[in-house]
């Protein structure tokens, strides 16, 4: 049961990764691309990395494509079929693909609770965190400043008035 | 127990369809797009290589590969943004500004 949910979800992230080579629109790629982060977050999660699956969810799912859409949005590409909303012709692959995801996250969650799982080996969050704060709080410091940086070329090359 | 080269396996599908995808839809938004499923890829062997020798380093490792990708896909972004303000592209191809005159005569 576990192998079966395993490799279907493998199957969706390599699927949906490869429909983005031959979609047109970027937001049916975008669209696609949020399916497969959501089936790789799966993949995490059934590895036995809760906090990872969760990340990702929460960054690439949430954050970067919200980035994503909003410079889409912003960029306006197309502007010719502007009328039609892209809903009515490229909706139903990404969202059959969400739903067996959607069957799947709700039959692991049954099984989770009811036998438990002595095949996956989880690694807790607060392993993960004695690791993190332990022997790679240096790493932690410069991810610190790379973010600094980040805002302030962020900041830099949105700014007005440029010439 | 899934075996350790299964997800590897997979990893490395998910890094070429990346590849793939950044060699042959040249439009920017599909390069970055493929950049993020490259490092889906890098990833997913990351945290399987981590599990397979119940370690945490392989988490520790996305973690901080998904701080890089956040930054860079913030700067990357503005970057294609003011690509199609100023030149109005959106193909890679295009952006031959700091290309060579390769008709004119040699100076």
Redesign the interface.
């Known amino acids: 049961m576990y ?1 079966i949910i ?2 279907l979800t ?1 199957a969706i ?2 699927l949906a ?2 429909a ?2 031959k979609v047109h629109h ?1 937001v049916h ?2 669209l696609y ?1 949020v399916i ?2 959501l089936a ?1 977050a799966l ?2 999660f ?4 809760p ?2 699956a969760v ?2 969810v929460m ?2 799912a949430g ?2 494509m919200v ?2 859409l909003f ?2 949005m ?2 306006n ?1 197309r502007s010719e079929r502007n009328q039609s909303l892209p809903l009515p012709t490229g909706w139903k692959g990404p969202a059959f693909l969400a739903l067996i995801l959607w069957l799947e996250l709700l039959l692991l969650l049954n099984k989770y609770s009811s036998e438990g799982t002595k ?3 989880v ?1 807790e969050p607060k ?2 965190g ?3 704060f332990g022997p ?1 709080l240096l ?1 932690v410091e410069a ?1 610190a400043v ?2 600094l ?2 805002i302030v ?2 900041l830099y ?2 700014r007005k008035g440029r010439s | 127990m899934i075996p350790l080269t299964h997800s590897l396996i997979i990893a490395a599908l998910l890094f070429t369809l990346g590849l793939l995808i950044i060699l042959l839809r040249r439009e920017l938004l599909f390069i970055l797009m493929g950049l993020e499923v490259m490092f889906n890829g890098a990833a997913l062997t990351a945290i399987a290589a981590g599990q397979y020798w119940n370690n945490a380093d392989g988490q520790v490792l996305t973690i901080f590969l998904m701080v890089v990708t956040a930054a860079e896909l913030a700067v990357a972004l503005i970057l294609v943004w003011l690509a199609y303000e100023h030149f109005k592209v959106t193909q890679v191809d295009m952006l031959t500004q700091l290309k060579d005159d390769t008709q004119g005569e040699p100076p």
């Open positions: 192998e395993f490799y493998a992230a390599v990764a490869g983005i080579l970027p790629a975008a691309l497969s982060l790789l993949i995490f059934l590895l036995g990395a906090l990872l990340l990702q960054i690439y954050a970067i980035l994503f410079l889409i912003v960029m590409l095949e996956i080996i690694i392993t993960v004695h690791a993190l790679y790493l991810a790379l973010l940086a980040t070329a962020a090359l949105s």
